[in-house]
């Protein structure tokens, strides 16, 4: 029995049709959030960083120092650069901290500043603007 050239062709052709959309949708999947954890307590926060145009800003620096122990005596300073969908999450921050927490934004030159009180919101998502207004 002789195999139909067309048939063949066709079959192939829907492989090489399979394999690219298998692997294109391997490149679009969501990319991770980078996290530092700082093993304090159990909360979050996910923070978004946008700029005036409302696009996300890659590699802006997220730091925040935390004073922790007997008379706040001991510091940890946290830093993360946030993805290329301007996501960036601090974790392990303490339930109850003294003070609000001060996280400083940073892309280039322009720097932003927002407390986050982990005692009155522990999972939080926040979104900030740098540039503009």
Known sequence: MKEDPV???WQRLSLCWAAV?????????EENVPV???HLGGCSSTITVLDSGDKPVYNAKVTV???Y???GVRKMSLEVGT???GKATLAGLPEKPKNPLEFQITSGSISKKVL?????????????KIGGQ
């Open 83 to 85: 993805n290329s969908e």
């Open 69 to 71: 122990g007997f008379l």
């Open 36 to 38: 530092v954890d700082a």
């Open 116 to 128: 986050v009180d982990t005692a009155a919101k522990c999972k939080d998502a926040i979104q900030v």
């Open 7 to 9: 048939g063949i062709v």
């Open 21 to 29: 959309l298998i692997f294109t949708g391997l490149a679009i999947a």
């Open 65 to 67: 120092d935390i004073r």
